[in-house]
Antibody, heavy 119, light 111 residues
Framework: EVQLEESGGGLVKPGGSLRLSCAAS????????MNWVRQAPGKGLEWVSAISSSGSYTYYADSMKGRFSISRDNTKNSLYLQMNSLRGEDTAVYYCAREGALVQDFDYWGQGTLVTVSS | QSALTQPPSASGSPGQSVTISCTGTSSDVGGYKYVSWYQHHPGKAPKLLIYEVSKRPSGVPDRFSGSKSGNTASLAVSGLQAEDEADYYCSSYAGSNNYVVFGGGTKLTVL
């Protein structure tokens, strides 16, 4: 059974940093592109970042470029999101999502971890 | 990266059908076959309903169907059931620069 479990969320002050993790199990992690998607309170889903199966290619939404960094460790079946210079508008539930093999969709999602940016 | 346009709400009575639209541009919805739809019950993980415009993952009832015409994709839900009440999101691949864009979401109410 495919499982994705996020961790690392919490309360952080504006300008602060946080590192999210996503532990994957139940599939061959190293063969799938992985993503982070977020949902701010009362808002819709927003794609954040993606990383290719090998980690060679990374992609970011414009508002996250230069502040967020996605990475993965295929030996630990883990995905990460380093978030710096956090702003109030980054407050959201952050989901880890797996892309399907050979297609661009998000076929499995974690339950999410809440990040709150507030003084 | 502009969000795809979805109606904020839709509704129907049990047993009825409803269609949700998702409008983008030739740089996303109109330019690629990678349009997906997700069902999201608040507090739960989103669930993939439709991928590649019209394909259903195993386990998704055939009451859910997808289509696309030009820059607009659509999700049709037939035989509405109470458990279909949820938020629905479309997404599209948008090329290597913008990668993925989501719609703003549609809240489906089963009356």
């Amino acid at each position: 059974e495919v499982q994705l479990e996020e961790s690392g969320g919490g309360l952080v002050k504006p300008g602060g940093s946080l590192r999210l993790s996503c532990a994957a199990s139940g599939f061959t992690f190293s063969t799938h592109t992985m993503n982070w998607v977020r949902q701010a309170p009362g808002k819709g889903l927003e794609w954040v970042s993606a990383i290719s199966s090998s980690g060679s290619y990374t992609y970011y939404a414009d508002s996250m470029k230069g502040r967020f960094s996605i990475s993965r460790d295929n030996t630990k079946n883990s995905l990460y999101l380093q978030m710096n210079s956090l702003r109030g508008e980054d407050t959201a539930v952050y989901y880890c999502a797996r892309e399907g093999a050979l297609v661009q969709d998000f076929d499995y999602w974690g339950q999410g971890t809440l990040v709150t940016v507030s003084s | 990266q502009s969000a795809l346009t979805q109606p904020p709400s839709a509704s129907g009575s049990p047993g009825q059908s409803v269609t949700i639209s998702c409008t983008g541009t030739s740089s996303d919805v109109g330019g690629y076959k990678y349009v997906s739809w997700y069902q999201h019950h608040p507090g739960k993980a989103p669930k993939l309903l439709i991928y590649e415009v019209s394909k259903r993952p195993s386990g998704v009832p055939d009451r859910f169907s997808g289509s696309k015409s030009g820059n607009t994709a659509s999700l049709a839900v037939s035989g509405l059931q109470a458990e279909d009440e949820a938020d629905y999101y479309c997404s599209s691949y948008a090329g290597s620069n913008n990668y993925v864009v989501f719609g703003g979401g549609t809240k489906l109410t089963v009356l």
